[in-house]
């Protein structure tokens, strides 16, 4: 079959790779239609993880049950399923409490945790490629109306709206609240639109690439240009110097100065700090990393940040981190989009044959040419 191979840095390329097939009895082999390109694989594509070359990518994957295993009881040849990017196995101690993206037995790293075509998160080939592997099949396998309605919205299933989502849940988003996003990539998108869902008053999003703050303020929300101004004071104009309730950091230690020509990795954890008012509370669904070669300086190679501990400690936030446990609320995310009331897809910018991924990566890592999210579709 044909997939996405990562060679070096900044080079992925269509290559044959073999097809997958049922290795337990409880796998199921998925026919791909929607395959997404995430912020994380630019973590991959840039060299900044510890990804081999040869491996496929692709962990935000929606397709038709093609192949099933003899011990799954839940799923049909035919069947359309979209896949949380976590790999859980659903018996463990973390799956049990609803924490699969933590999940202690899938990946034989030992890092808690599991992903289609992600380094270091176990052995599961991505899904931008014709066909996947998906074990526990039953657990992993999230059904979908049949037909090919709502493709693209249904496609972050797998991943971002998860992760959006999630994000307003470690910050504890509630009905009126105020809050700021950081950064307006898809998953600040996806959290500025899941913490509006959930009834926020105001909803602040940051950032300095135009096109994106203008989907911001298509949903409603109040775009921030940081490039201009300190964004910390552009909020506190706009709410009469309190801050907000709640902050989400949707940027990660990639984040960088208002020039845009210098990584400043602690930059928005610093700013939520001076954002967020007294006894607020902080949500990073950005990714920050034990060791990041790229990183600008040795503290930051070995993950090692100035965060103003002292500050966010006086205020008395509250900070809560880690990737979405999509399993969580993909069920009602989805339900959301089938009832008509949320249309996450409003992100998607483009929808691409997978041999055009190579120019998509390209543009995407750049963040040009309004490459905001690409959707691939392998067949
Ligand atoms: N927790 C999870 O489960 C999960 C899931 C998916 C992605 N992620 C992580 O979320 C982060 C965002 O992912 P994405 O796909 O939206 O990536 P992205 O790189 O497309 O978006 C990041 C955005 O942040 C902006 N930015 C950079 N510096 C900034 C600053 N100082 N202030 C404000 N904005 C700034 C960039 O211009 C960009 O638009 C990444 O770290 C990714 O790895 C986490
Ligand atoms: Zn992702
Ligand atoms: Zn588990």
């Known amino acids: 079959m044909r997939a996405v191979v990562y060679r070096k ?81 659903g018996f463990c101690k973390n799956c049990l409490a609803g924490l699969t993206g933590f999940c202690l037995t899938v990946n034989p790293s030992g890092f808690a945790g599991g992903a289609y075509g992600y380094a270091a998160m176990g052995p599961y080939p991505g899904g931008q490629a014709e066909y996947l592997r998906v074990p526990y099949a039953d657990f992993n396998c999230m059904p979908l109306p049949a037909g090919t309605d709502h493709e693209s919205d249904y496609a972050l299933l797998a991943g971002i709206f998860p992760a959006g989502y999630h994000g307003c849940e470690l910050a504890g988003v509630a009905p009126g609240n105020t809050v700021a996003v950081f950064g307006a990539g898809p998953v600040g998108l996806m959290a500025a639109y899941s913490a509006l869902l959930r ?23 109040v775009p921030i240009d940081f490039s201009r101004d300190d964004p910390v004071q552009q909020i506190m104009d706009q709410t009469r110097g309190e801050g907000t309730d709640a902050g989400i950091d949707a940027v990660g230690y990639q984040a960088v100065n208002a020039s845009g020509d210098r990584e400043d990795p602690a930059a928005v954890l610093n700013q939520l700090v001076r954002t967020v008012r007294p006894t607020g509370a902080i949500g990073v669904p950005g990714r920050y990393v034990p060791s990041d070669p790229g990183g ?64 998509a990566y390209q543009k995407f890592d750049q963040r040009i040419d309004g490459y905001t999210k690409v959707i691939l579709r392998p067949t």
């Open 199 to 221: 009834g926020a008053s105001q909803v602040f999003v940051v950032d300095r690439v135009a096109e994106r703050l203008a989907k911001a303020a298509e949903i409603g929300a």
């Open 296 to 359: 600008i300086d040795e503290h930051a190679k070995r993950g090692v940040l100035r965060v103003a501990l002292g500050a966010l400690c006086e205020k008395g936030l509250r900070v809560s981190t880690g990737q979405a446990n999509v399993k969580r609320y993909n069920r009602q995310l989805r339900d959301l989009i089938t009832a008509g009331r949320a249309r996450p897809g409003f992100v998607v910018s483009h929808e691409l044959p997978l041999e055009e991924a190579p120019t």
């Open 9 to 89: 840095p900044f080079d992925v390329a269509v290559e044959e790779v073999p097809d997958p097939h049922i290795e337990h009895p409880n796998d199921v082999i998925v026919r791909i239609t929607s395959s997404c390109i995430c912020g994380s694989d630019l973590h991959m594509y840039e060299g900044r993880t510890t990804a081999e070359p040869g491996i496929v990518f692709g962990h935000e994957n929606l397709g038709i049950v093609e192949d099933v295993g003899s011990g799954v009881t839940a799923l049909e040849q035919g069947d359309r399923v979209v896949m949380p990017f976590n790999v859980a196995c």
